[in-house]
């Protein structure tokens, strides 16, 4: 059972800048690939981010604004978001999985989701 801990959403400007982070605590989680999912009201969850052996990958919607990277010896995966915007806001959603996939129904583990609110 891998547990994942996301932090660091908040309410922020529109064109301002957060940074989520999700941590496993206790687990090594090296070997999966990891990514972000969000959710907003009357929305279907959507990916946002991934990152696995192979390097980081994108939705349309956010490329070029935000960045996720990982650091194993910390456990934690990060998700950097610039340029934000109302359609920004959801609830952000840590996901582990064995695959490289933008998919949510391919992965494993979840995190509680963390709220991110941009006021326009």
């Known amino acids: 059972q891998v547990q994942l801990v996301e932090s660091g959403g908040g309410l922020v400007q529109a064109g301002g800048s957060l940074r989520l982070s999700c941590a496993a605590p206790g687990r090594t989680f090296s070997n999966y690939a990891m990514s972000w999912f969000r959710q907003a009201p009357g929305k279907e969850r959507e990916f946002v981010a991934g990152i696995s052996w192979s390097g980081s990958y994108y939705a349309d919607s956010v490329k070029g604004r935000f960045t996720i990277s990982r650091d194993n010896a910390k456990n934690t995966v990060y998700l950097q978001m610039n340029s934000l915007n109302a359609e920004d806001t959801a609830i952000y959603y840590c996901?582990?999985?064995?695959?490289?996939?933008?998919?949510?129904?391919?992965?494993?583990?979840w995190g509680q989701g963390t709220q991110v609110t941009v006021s326009s």
């Open positions: 996901a582990a999985g064995q695959s490289r996939t933008t998919y949510a129904r391919d992965y494993d583990y």
